[in-house]
């Protein structure tokens, strides 16, 4: 199944390099379902505390059932409003739902990158120092080390 308009990210990393926002697009009530319902699958398979992922499946099913998602026909401004009604029960800054108006391409979690992601991937990671923000010796030989997130080896 080609979905097109959105995509769930959980990882603010891969968010900065997410699909190209292109122009808005129109959605109708079966899309919205379709997204939601990937959405929360996707939370559900995938999200790092299963039990937040069920309370986030919860709060967006009951407003679904109270129909506030009924209105909205903006691919772009839905995608804003689910983003924020999983942060709201998540309180988690690095979940996106972004909007993307070309089709996105299958989950390739377990397939190997081409030579040209790969490429693109390390680029990206060469760009942000790989996460590395700041590594320091402190007082009483103590290190610390900022990192903003980790990276799969594919180079």
């Known amino acids: ?19 190209p926002m292109g122009p808005d697009m129109t959605i109708d009530a079966k899309m919205r379902a379709e997204v939601i319902d990937g ?27 109270r129909k506030e998602y009924d209105s909205i026909t903006s691919a772009r401004k839905f995608a804003e409003t689910l983003a924020d009604d999983l942060r709201t029960v998540s309180h988690d800054k690095h979940l996106r739902v972004m ?4 089709v996105i391409p299958p989950d390739r979690h377990n397939q190997e990158p081409s030579p ?25 030989n103590i290190g610390y080390l900022e990192l903003h997130g980790f990276f799969r080896r594919h180079w």
């Open 116 to 140: 040209e992601e790969m490429e693109r991937q390390r680029a990206f990671g060469a760009r942000i120092n790989f996460g590395f923000e700041k590594v320091e010796r402190m007082t009483g």
């Open 39 to 65: 959405a929360l699958k996707a939370l559900d398979d995938n999200y790092v505390f299963p039990d937040v992922a069920k309370k986030m499946e919860q709060a967006i099913r009951e407003r679904q059932q």
């Open 99 to 102: 909007y993307s108006a070309e």
């Open 1 to 19: 199944m080609k979905t097109r308009a959105l995509l769930l990210l959980t990882v603010g990393f891969l968010a900065a390099q997410g699909p």
